[in-house]
């Protein structure tokens, strides 16, 4: 489905259920499109008592990792995070027509101006008063190093699940730390260079309407659907992230999502658990900021909370956290 007839379908639905009251899930992928969203109903949600989780499974490796990690160092050490590094990856082997589609609509809709610059604190109510910038290579060739996670570059999901990390910080400020800054890369093995720049070409022709004709071209001729069980066997996702209080000495904590299988299947297992643990009523959420239990309002993966990790678990995805002595 495109993003056209996706905010067609969706939209309405979204409006309705912030209006009456009516939990809602979906796996988006389209950040601007949800900050639209926030804009326009977050107040109507809060009033009804709808509880709006938008990216479930896109941004649920993420958003839960960097909460394990905030939850671990509170409850170990009573300190709060100043910083969490991710190196995430989707081993995708396949893509419908429909997935493709869409991602040509987000940048026929929205253009590519937010993925080569955009702000990361899109999705926040709050944002520090001074934005930590990255070290001048990452800025320049995309590469960073990072002791436990190894060589990283730019990542294409990076900024979307940036964006909501940073909302869960914002309406979690008690476990977060006030400078809190959360950046995700792609884990590589030396062509960091090659990589970070093929990756900010590719997104500028997309924002061309030529070059995305000639890929729906393309699109309209490919096979209807990828073979799930052969995709059971070759793809997989991994998200490995360490997290720090302050300098290099302080202390540390590290978690992980990662699951071997077929990532249609999983987005339907990561989306559908979420929502059992929205209707189950003796799963405890967790209280973020003014929205919480019995309230409503556009909250995060990680507002499920432990009760989301161990359905997850349960369900084979293996999700861990510890600790880091240095």
Known sequence: MGLDRFIGFLQPVVEACARLGTHYVDFTTETPWIEDMVVRYAEMARKSGALIIHGLFTYTPSDIIAFLIAKELRERDNLRPTEIICSGKLDIKAMTAGSITTVLDLFATYGSKWYLWGDSWILSTLRPNIIPKPPWMTRLFGYRRINGLGPLSTSFAGPGNE????????QWPDLYGPGFHYEEYLPVDGIFAILHWLTKTVLV???????????????????????????????????????RVGSDDSPRAWASFTHQGSLYELTALVTCVGALCLLDPTIELEKS??????????????????????????????????????
Do not use: Q, W
Request: proline fraction near 5%; include cysteine.
């Open 205 to 243: 022709l997309l924002s061309l309407p030529i070059f995305r004709g000639v890929i729906r071209t393309f699109v309209a001729r490919k096979a209807p659907a990828p073979d799930v069980n052969k995709l059971r066997h070759l793809e997989s996702m991994e998200f490995r992230a360490i997290g």
């Open 163 to 170: 964006a909501m990390v940073h909302r869960s910080a914002s």
């Open 289 to 326: 900021g003014g929205e919480c239990h019995g309230s409503g309002g556009f909250v995060t993966p990680s507002y499920l909370g432990m009760g989301y990790v161990d359905r997850l678990r349960d369900a084979g995805v293996n999700i861990e956290v510890g600790r880091i002595y240095i």
